[in-house]
């Protein structure tokens, strides 16, 4: 290419530059409150139910509510009727988790890029805002200094560990996922194990986490297995997973937990010691979910493109190979997203398990109203939106960490 | 095949426990073969198991009469099994069906406010979305109904809207339209009156499409269909009539009773979905090339056009997929009617198996009811997917 003279080429900077325009208070509020007559109406008849609304809010949440029902049983939507002397487990787990956590997110595990740069400390404590307001919330209901000072620590572990796993040479920051989910192990045997309290007997906030957690990390496979299935070249094999999940996700959860709770038993062999409750509603938890994600990885698979395999196999790869380190990886990152949506789906879900008979948030929130000095005051609101705020905030900070997730793997991007 | 026998050569081909064709096939013997043998042990457990017990394994159990009445309904502890579960299955569809028609509407709604210019109106939107998504539809639905509805004053000082209305903690009475002498008459005029304002209007469209005059097509849609609807209405001398709900004492005489359970899934039901409906409307809307609207806005169309003729219609294309997920969901999700016993399916067959009939057969029975219902919804909105698709070359 010939090169232009040098007088075409040389603009000015200043020129290339957009105008700055810093707009006034005055001017953003025109803009964006009252752009035109209809708008302006707008803003105000939605103005006044706003501020109604945020008045009722305010009232209820600061003045009228009566808060002693969920202070009086603050460790009971926690932990339910977990040994009072054994909580320092559940304490010592959490600690646990929250330094490994913290190491996987400083290290970035596998994939860590080596020029990416560091996020300054406010951008990466954002997303936090959601965790730390129900920390404030359950620090001010407690009113103890001790809980506080646990909270807290919980919280400096967990940065620790980001800032020890930053500092992590690459090759043990990988390790840190096999770390995560042997600490998760460790943790399980710490709460569930000898001395403490066996799962069967976990309620409140435990059992809804414990499902949750062990219903993602079961749902997974067996629904990437059967998403691979149903794309299989065996037309056996995709008749079958097709079947199961066209006929799982036809029918609502609740027809899964009659199954678990009524009929389960009865396809055992004669004899057989008929699981817990716990197991079973797991049970009807990740066949529900897996069908879901057999289809959210399926529509991962579908945009992998042709010329990926094809070039894998022109490399003479295995057919096991290329869905493990070509396929996979493309297909799960390009479906990121509704993978984390299902599982914040699978979270909501666990609500559900109440049907037969296992007391989770939902469960104690309801129970505590019938307590002898409760009954009948009609407490059920403050109760019910305490344990709704802590859906929330487990929901809501994991598609929060979706998002953050899907920029930095540059998924539409890529 | 002659060809291709000869390409591998007679001689070369490899033995069978190498040829993949053969272990292709064998494989999948080898898994259809597990899957059947375990599917015939847990049947056969499940069978022997009910043997034993003394648990009728057919479904004669229907025809027995159920035991138990459904509140709200004409059903009576005489009636049988089977007539349960179709009250059931008629809660169960009347609860979907009004709740996707409102979940719908709000979601629309919610969803062109999350886009809207106005600041506080955008915010207030969002504010909605992010709050009722994340939280299980369960939880909503169980606090609308004890926190909300049973805490509605009862019925001695039941709130009466201008007479159009009574609620109160045993529900709401509204409006209705009761029968005067001969209102099955005038329902086949309304039906009629209803198929030629369709018939018209598609007619307008054809003309419209032919030569471009202004088709005016739901203009003549109304007119031909209160012309006929009330020609109906005075030839047979005042067929039906307005009933309003009036409180005397403990009861509400005329109107329609709503009662609390439903009044609460509905509500639970509406604003959920309708959270996940505004977000798929907001995607749609935002998939809608950009070229589009600027060039809607270049022609001089106001905003309200822009987004009636040129947005919308395109943005729906995109939707109706998702929708119909929506729509699947919240007829799934009106299972959770157990919770707060409200009669629908699931609620009616947990009572029949509370009653000692078997379970097995009615878990069967509900999950093939909800397979019928998934399989409608999805026709429907397959049929209307296939008919908006934009045909490309």
Redesign the interface.
């Given at each position: 290419m010939t090169a232009l003279p040098e007088e075409t080429v040389r603009i000015p900077n200043e020129a290339l530059r957009p105008p700055v325009h810093a707009r006034s208070p005055r001017e953003w509020i025109k803009e964006?409150?009252f752009?035109n007559a209809f708008?302006s109406v707008?803003?105000v008849v939605?103005?006044a139910i706003?501020m109604w609304a945020v008045v009722r809010t305010a009232r209820f949440v600061f003045v009228t509510a009566q808060w002693s029902i969920v202070r009086a049983n603050l460790t009971n939507f926690m932990v339910g009727f977990f040994p009072r002397d054994e909580i320092w487990r559940i304490w010592v787990a959490m600690m646990l988790l929250a330094v490994v956590t913290g190491l996987r997110w400083g290290s970035g595990g596998r994939r860590r890029i080596a020029e990416r740069t560091p996020q300054p400390l406010r951008q990466s404590l954002k997303p936090l805002w959601p965790p730390a307001l129900l920390a404030v919330a359950i620090i001010v209901l407690s009113g103890s200094a001790v809980t506080a000072g646990l909270i807290t620590a919980l919280f400096l572990a967990g940065f620790g560990g980001r800032i020890a796993g930053a500092a992590l040479p690459q090759p043990i920051g990988r390790w840190t996922g096999v770390a995560l989910a042997v600490t998760l192990v460790v943790a399980y045997v710490l709460v569930a194990g000898p001395g403490g309290s066996g799962a069967s007997l976990w309620r409140g906030l435990l059992l809804t986490m414990a499902l949750a957690a062990a219903g993602i990390a079961l749902s997974f496979p067996i629904g990437v297995l059967l998403a691979l299935g149903r794309r299989s070249s065996?037309?056996?094999?995709r008749v079958?997973c097709v079947g199961y999940i066209e006929?799982i996700?036809?029918?609502?959860?609740?027809?899964l937990l009659?199954?678990a709770f009524?009929?389960l038993?009865?396809?055992?062999?004669?004899g057989a010691e008929i699981p817990t409750l716990v197991t079973r509603a797991l049970v009807a938890l990740v066949l529900f979910t897996a069908a879901y994600l057999a289809e959210v990885v399926r529509g991962g698979l579908q945009a992998v493109p042709k010329g990926q395999i094809e070039a894998a196999q022109a490399l003479g790869l295995s057919p096991v190979t290329i869905t493990r380190r070509i396929v996979l990886p493309q297909a799960l990152r390009a479906v990121l997203p509704a993978i984390v949506g299902q599982f914040?789906s699978l979270f909501?879900?666990t609500?559900?398990v109440?049907?037969i008979g296992l007391t989770e948030l939902?469960g104690v929130a309801?129970q505590v109203t019938k307590q002898p000095e409760f009954l009948g005051l009609?407490l059920?609101?403050e109760t019910?939106?305490f344990?709704?705020f802590i859906?929330?905030v487990g929901?809501?900070g994991m598609?929060r960490a979706s998002q953050r997730m899907e920029t930095r793997l540059g998924v539409g991007e890529r | 095949m002659e060809r291709e026998r000869a390409a591998d050569g007679a001689g070369l081909r490899p033995p069978p426990w190498r040829d993949v064709r053969v272990l292709r096939i064998a494989f999948q013997v080898l898994v259809v073969g597990i899957v059947a043998g375990l599917g015939l042990y847990l049947v056969g457990n499940l069978t022997s198991n009910l043997d034993r017990q003394g648990i009728r394994t057919d479904f004669g159990y229907l025809s027995q009469p159920a035991g138990f009445a459904i509140a709200d309904t004409s059903f009576r502890s005489t009636d049988s099994v089977l007539d349960a579960l179709k009250v059931g299955i008629r809660n169960t569809a009347v609860l979907s069906l009004i709740g996707i028609v409102f979940a719908l509407f709000l979601g629309i709604v919610v969803g062109v406010a999350r886009l809207s210019r106005n600041w506080l109106v955008r915010k207030a939107a969002a504010v909605y979305v992010e709050s009722l998504r994340n939280i299980p539809v369960l939880v909503i639905i169980i606090f609308f109904y004890i926190a909300v509805v049973l805490r509605l004053p009862p019925i001695q000082q039941a709130s009466e809207w201008f007479g159009a209305a009574v609620i109160s903690n045993s529900g709401a009475v509204l409006p209705s339209l009761r029968d005067a002498g001969a209102a099955n008459l005038f329902t086949l005029f309304v039906v009629a009156g209803f198929v030629a304002g369709a018939a018209v209007a598609w007619m307008r469209t054809r003309r419209f499409d032919r030569t471009g005059e202004p088709h005016h097509r739901v203009l003549w849609f109304a007119g031909v269909f209160f012309v006929v609807a009330g020609a109906a209405y005075l030839v047979l001398g005042r067929p039906v009539a307005f009933s309003l709900p009036v409180r005397d004492g403990l009861v509400v005489a005329g109107g329609i009773r709503m009662p609390p359970e439903f009044a609460a899934m509905l509500v639970g039901l509406v604003v959920y979905t309708a959270s996940h409906i505004a977000e798929i409307v907001r995607g749609s809307i935002l998939a809608v090339a950009r070229g589009q609207s600027e060039a809607a806005t270049a022609l001089g169309l106001t905003d309200f056009q822009r987004l009636r003729f040129v947005v919308l219609p395109q943005a729906f294309r995109i939707m109706i997929p998702p929708l119909a997920n929506q729509f699947l969901n919240l007829t799934k999700n009106s299972s959770l009617a157990v919770f707060i016993g409200y009669a629908d399916v699931a609620s009616v067959t947990g009572i029949i198996v509370s009653q000692g009939n078997p379970a097995p057969q009615s878990i069967v029975l509900l999950m093939a009811v909800y397979l019928v219902f998934s399989l409608t919804i999805s026709l429907v909105t397959n049929t209307v997917n296939r008919r908006m698709t934009l045909t490309t070359r």
């Open positions: 964006n409150l752009p708008n707008l803003t939605f103005g706003i065996f037309p056996a094999i079958l006929l996700r036809g029918v609502p959860l609740i027809t009659f199954m009524l009929i038993g009865f396809f055992l062999p004669p914040i909501k879900d609500s559900l109440g049907f939902l309801q009609g059920h609101a019910l939106v344990a709704s859906y929330w929901a809501y598609s | -």
